[in-house]
């Protein structure tokens, strides 16, 4: 089964009136090593040293899957030069991947349920932007749903606090749901991989 790893926390901080920010970035390794949100400029030294703590180097990347095109989540995005990088940009919009080593565009459905790799799946959650898309992981652990800013931090986990960030409340608010009740585990995009609370369901 799929095992997913946390590489690097995501910041979520205020200081001296600043946000101080990094987007939280997730292995997946399967029958393809995937990166989902490839973070900060700030923090590559950090991925890239989490990659060499797990044998990997950028090379053997094969997939990078955005949830949105925020710029804490993409900016490492050039690190995987060899890897084919899934992104969905407008809601009307089905979806694309490139391989930039091809210098090749195409465009992809992206769905609920559309497998990505073995036990990883797409699922739409709309709403922080209107074409966020998180990823489902069926491992050994249970379900584990790679959530982005469609759950930014772990007290979002609480149907009660609202977000300081979105498109389109009522959207972000369905997308909130779907997640809380698929995920037994959920990676938010800034902070460490969480249990779903079971008042959450
Ligand atoms: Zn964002």
């Known amino acids: 089964m799929a095992e997913v790893k946390v590489l690097v926390v995501g910041r979520h901080q205020v200081a001296d009136d600043k946000l101080i920010i990094g987007a939280t970035v997730t292995l997946i390794k399967t029958d393809k090593n995937i990166i989902v949100d490839p973070g900060y400029l700030p923090d590559q030294e950090e991925v890239l040293l989490e ?33 084919r990088i899934y992104c969905k940009l407008k809601a ?9 080593t091809e210098r090749y565009l195409k465009r ?13 799946e797409f699922l739409l959650t709309p709403g922080h932007t209107e074409d966020h898309i998180s990823l489902l992981v069926t491992t050994a652990q ?5 959530a982005g800013d469609a759950i930014a931090t772990a007290s979002l986990a609480d149907l009660d606090k609202k977000p300081l960030l979105f498109n389109d409340l009522k959207a972000y608010e369905l ?11 959920i990676i938010p995009g800034h902070g460490c991989m969480f249990k779903v609370p079971l008042a959450g369901r």
């Open 51 to 83: 990659l060499a703590k797990n044998n990997l180097k950028p090379a053997d990347i094969d997939i990078v899957c955005l949830t949105h095109l925020h710029l804490d989540h993409t900016s490492n995005v050039a690190l995987f030069n060899k890897a």
């Open 92 to 100: 009307d919009y089905p979806g694309q991947y490139h391989v930039p």
């Open 108 to 120: 992809v459905d992206i769905k609920d349920g559309l497998k990505l790799a073995k036990d990883v």
């Open 142 to 146: 249970g379900k584990i749903i790679i």
């Open 175 to 185: 997308s909130r749901q779907k997640i809380l009740k698929l995920a037994d585990f």
